[in-house]
C-alpha cells in the first residue's frame, strides 16, 4: 500500500467535495473516513474554505501531510452526490488507489449543464422572482432578459478570472442599469421588482447557508471566513446597484 | 391568486437554481419541489403566528426534515435537496429594502431594516441548523445502538 497515493486520493475527493459545495465538516468526515478505512494510526485533518491539511500516520512508517489550497468554488451537486458515494463505497470495499484515481477522474470530467441551459434556468430565476415579489408580468419577461444577459456576463467574467468583488459589483451595476433604463423607456413599470428578481440571482445563498451549518457545527474558523466572504459579496451587489441608482436620481421603493 | 402566484414562482424559482446546481433527473425535479413547500408552509404557517421570523423558522424547520429524509432515503449529502429548497425563504426582498434605505439620509429607518434583513436570515439559518443538530444526535445514537 503506498499512503502517499492513498492520501493524495483523499485529498483529491476532499478538495473536490469542498469546490462543489459541500460543508466543512463534511469534507474533514469523509477525507477522515476514507484514510481511515486503511491501516492509519492516526489522522489529522484541518479544513477552511481555502485549504485543507492532512497529516496521516501509517502504522508503520514515517507521517506524511499533504496541503491544498483551494482557489475557487463552482457549486456542482451532483458531482457532490458522486463523491459521496464513492467515499461511501471506499470505506465498504477498501478498493486499491488505482480504482480510487480512475474513479476520481470520472467525476472530475461530469460536465456540468450546457450554457444555454444555464442562461435559461437564470432567466428563470429572475423572472419567477421579480413576479413573485409582487412585479407585473411583463415585467417578469424583462427581468428574464436581464437574467439571461446577467448569465452570460458571469461567464465572460469568470474566464479574465477577476475577483469576486469586481465581478458582483459588475454583474449588479449592469443589472440595475438595464433595469432602469426599461423603465426609463415606458416598458417596465416597476424598477425596484426587476432589480429584486435580479439579486435573488446573485445573493450569495448557498455561501450565507453553509457558513451558518459550519459555524454551528463548531468549525468557527471555516464559518466565519464563509460569513465575511458572503458578506462583502452581498456588500458588492449592494455597491453596483447603488452606484447606479445615484447615477439615475433614486429609486422610489 | 397571489399565494398561488408565489407559490408557483417560488417553486420555478427554485427549480432553476437546482439546475444552476448542476442537479439532474429525480433529485432536481425534488429539489424544486422543496422550494414548493418551504413556500407554501411559510404563507400556511402565517394563518397561525403574525410573526415574520417565527414563520421563517419554522418553514426552514420542515424543509430541512424533508431534504435530511429524502438525502437518506436517496443516498446522497443534504446540501443536494436543502440549498435550492431554500431559495424562496431567502430574503432578497428585505436585502434590496435595505439596499434602497442606504440611499435614504434617514439612518434610524435604515438601521432598522437592516436588522429586519438580518433577523429573517438569522432565523433561516437557526431553522437550518436546529434540525442538523437533532438529526446528528439521532445518528450518533442509531449508529451506536447497531454496534450493540
Not at chain 1, 76 to 88: G, P, Q
Not at chain 1, 144 to 156: E, F, H, N, R, T
Amino acid at each position: 500500500m503506498d499512503y502517499n497515493e492513498l492520501l493524495t486520493c483523499a485529498l483529491d475527493i476532499g478538495e473536490l467535495m469542498l469546490i462543489s459545495g459541500a460543508e466543512i465538516g463534511r469534507v474533514e468526515d469523509s477525507v477522515k473516513r476514507i484514510v481511515s478505512a486503511y491501516d492509519i494510526a492516526r489522522a489529522d485533518i484541518f479544513t477552511i474554505t481555502s485549504n485543507i491539511v492532512v497529516t496521516l500516520t501509517p502504522e508503520s512508517g514515517a507521517p506524511i501531510t499533504q496541503t491544498r489550497r483551494i482557489l475557487k468554488y463552482e457549486t456542482d451537486l451532483e458531482k457532490l452526490h458522486s463523491l459521496n458515494h464513492l467515499s461511501r463505497y471506499i470505506c465498504r470495499v477498501k478498493p486499491d488507489t488505482d480504482y480510487i484515481a480512475k474513479e476520481i477522474a470520472r467525476i472530475r470530467k461530469m460536465a456540468p449543464h450546457k450554457l444555454i441551459t444555464q442562461v435559461a434556468a437564470s432567466a428563470l430565476i429572475a423572472g419567477s422572482f421579480t413576479i413573485f415579489f409582487g412585479g407585473k408580468f411583463t415585467d417578469g419577461l424583462i427581468s428574464a432578459l436581464i437574467g439571461a444577459i446577467v448569465k452570460l456576463l458571469v461567464y465572460a467574467i469568470d474566464k479574465t478570472q477577476v475577483n469576486a468583488v469586481f465581478s458582483n459589483l459588475i454583474c449588479s451595476a449592469v443589472a440595475s442599469l438595464i433595469a432602469f433604463a426599461f423603465v426609463r423607456i415606458g416598458a417596465g413599470q416597476d424598477v425596484s421588482k426587476i432589480i429584486i428578481g435580479n439579486i435573488m440571482l446573485l445573493i450569495p445563498g448557498i455561501a450565507l447557508t453553509n457558513s451558518m451549518r459550519d459555524l454551528i457545527n463548531g468549525d468557527i474558523i471555516a464559518g466565519t471566513l464563509r460569513l465575511c466572504e458572503a458578506a462583502v459579496i452581498a456588500l458588492a451587489i449592494a455597491g453596483g446597484f447603488i452606484l447606479v441608482s445615484l447615477l439615475f436620481g433614486g429609486v422610489a421603493a | 391568486m397571489s399565494a398561488f402566484v408565489q407559490i408557483l414562482t417560488g417553486f420555478l424559482g427554485s427549480l432553476g437554481f437546482s439546475v444552476l446546481f448542476q442537479l439532474r433527473g429525480k433529485k432536481l425535479f425534488f429539489a424544486a419541489f422543496g422550494g414548493f413547500l418551504s413556500w407554501s408552509l411559510y404563507l400556511l404557517f402565517g394563518l397561525f403566528f403574525q410573526s415574520e421570523p417565527l414563520q421563517y423558522f419554522l418553514s426552514a424547520v420542515a424543509v430541512t426534515i424533508y431534504s435530511e429524509i429524502l438525502a437518506r432515503i436517496l443516498k446522497t449529502p443534504t446540501s443536494t435537496f436543502l440549498v435550492s429548497s431554500i431559495v424562496p425563504l431567502i430574503p432578497g426582498g428585505a436585502l434590496y429594502n435595505t439596499m434602497c434605505r442606504a440611499l435614504d439620509t434617514d439612518f434610524t429607518v435604515f438601521t432598522e431594516s437592516a436588522a429586519h434583513t438580518g433577523s429573517l436570515a438569522l432565523s433561516l439559518a437557526a431553522g437550518i441548523v436546529a434540525v442538523s443538530s437533532v438529526m446528528k444526535i439521532i445518528n450518533t445514537v442509531t449508529v451506536s445502538f447497531k454496534k450493540r
